[in-house]
């Protein structure tokens, strides 16, 4: 039984187009995020989102838009493709809040669990 | 700013030990996270540190020194499955994990 599950596995599409990629998580957690991987394997944060709620977008063109019906989907929507979209995009989940167990800390998160990612080739 | 550093390709022979190093500077500090990922495949969860001092895990092993903004993760007896990369993740204030670039293991014969 997968715990993270996104599909589409691989996406070639032509430039100028809309795709969209869907992510589910049944382990119960509460943050969903997406993760942009590119040619040289750096693991980019793009969205996180807690209980359906936006908590992170980091400095990502607004043709990305993720959404999030409830807080075991988070689906991220791409409109007007570039070849520089091209990429592998990680959908993850983890638990939060936990006590890091140190005086002064904030509470985090446990790991993140992955989806099998997404292959974005635009041509 | 944030900045995590790693190698970015090691090589080590069966059976051996390697240790991967991990400096890192961020806002705020929530714990550090070493995964796994073979190619082609989705990173997978390896250790996690958040007081200083040396968590272990049967042939894994991860250290933190959070004055030093320093982590390492050891592993013995090398097989090679342990051919991956290895990303070294920190946990800031944000609840944002922040990768490291990634140190490519190859393990030879």
């Known amino acids: 039984d997968t715990a993270v599950s996104q599909t589409p596995k691989y996406l070639v599409t032509q430039m100028g187009n809309d795709k969209s990629i869907k992510c589910e998580q049944n382990?119960?957690?509460?943050?969903m995020y997406w993760y942009k991987q590119d040619s040289k394997k750096f693991l980019k944060i793009m969205f996180s989102?807690?209980?359906?709620?936006?908590?992170i977008n980091e400095t990502v063109p607004n043709r990305f838009s993720p959404k999030s019906p409830d807080k075991a989907h988070l689906n991220l929507h791409i409109n007007s493709l570039e070849l520089g979209d091209s990429a592998v995009y990680f959908c993850?989940?983890?638990?939060?809040?936990?006590?890091?167990?140190?005086?002064?800390?904030?509470?985090?998160?446990?790991?993140?669990?992955f989806g099998q990612g997404t292959r974005l080739t635009v041509v | 700013g944030q900045n995590i550093d790693q190698p970015t390709e090691m090589t080590a022979t069966e059976g051996a030990i390697v240790q991967i190093n991990c400096t890192y500077q961020?806002?705020?500090?929530?714990?550090l996270f070493w995964y796994q990922q073979h190619a082609g495949e989705a990173p997978t969860f390896l250790s996690y540190?958040?007081?200083?001092g040396l968590e272990e895990k049967g042939r894994f092993s991860s250290f933190l020194s959070r004055s030093k903004g320093y982590s390492y993760l050891l592993l013995k007896e090398l097989q090679m499955k342990d051919s991956a990369s290895y990303l070294c993740?920190?946990?800031?204030?944000?609840?944002?994990?922040?990768f490291g670039p990634g140190t490519r293991l190859s393990v030879l014969p």
């Open positions: 993850a989940s983890s638990q939060g809040p936990r006590d890091t167990g140190f005086v002064g800390s904030r509470r985090g998160n446990t790991e993140a669990f």
């Open positions: 382990l119960g957690h509460d943050t």
């Open positions: 989102y807690n209980n359906k709620e936006l908590i």
């Open positions: 961020t806002s705020g500090f929530n714990g």
């Open positions: 540190n958040v007081l200083d």
């Open positions: 993740a920190v946990e800031n204030y944000g609840q944002n994990f922040v």
